[in-house]
């Protein structure tokens, strides 16, 4: 088992900028690829980013490349989601995810582990 928490939503203008963080404990070893996804009003959640444990190779959405930085700290088992030039439709529920597979995924499906989320709301 993995447990995550997120942190770092909030309430921020357009243009601005959110970080986010995802705590691990657990079977931390397992978390071979960390992601974050979004899941507005709604809609279906949806892939965000992500990156692996290994060689820290990342994975983007079009939506957010160029504006949102995944990264992730092992020896701190925490994974962060730096989002810049933010928008308004960037509102919705932030989650992280552990996939515990070392093949990239996108889809909500292939992760085994989740956080409870955390709000990020862009006011234009």
């Known amino acids: 088992q993995v447990q995550l928490v997120e942190s770092g939503g909030g309430l921020v203008q357009a243009g601005g900028s959110l970080r986010l963080s995802c705590a691990a404990s657990g079977r931390t070893f397992s978390s071979n690829i960390m992601g974050w996804f979004r899941q507005a009003p709604g809609k279906e959640r949806e892939f965000v980013a992500a990156i692996a444990r290994i060689a820290g190779y990342t994975y983007y959405a079009d939506s957010v490349k160029g504006r949102f930085t995944i990264s992730r700290d092992n020896a701190k088992n925490t994974m962060y989601l730096q989002m810049n030039s933010l928008k308004p439709e960037d509102t919705a529920v932030y989650y992280c995810?552990?996939?515990?597979?070392?093949?990239?995924?996108?889809?909500?499906?292939?992760?085994?582990?989740w956080g409870q989320g955390t709000q990020v709301t862009v006011s234009s």
């Open positions: 995810a552990v996939r515990p597979y070392y093949t990239y995924s996108s889809y909500p499906r292939d992760y085994d582990y």
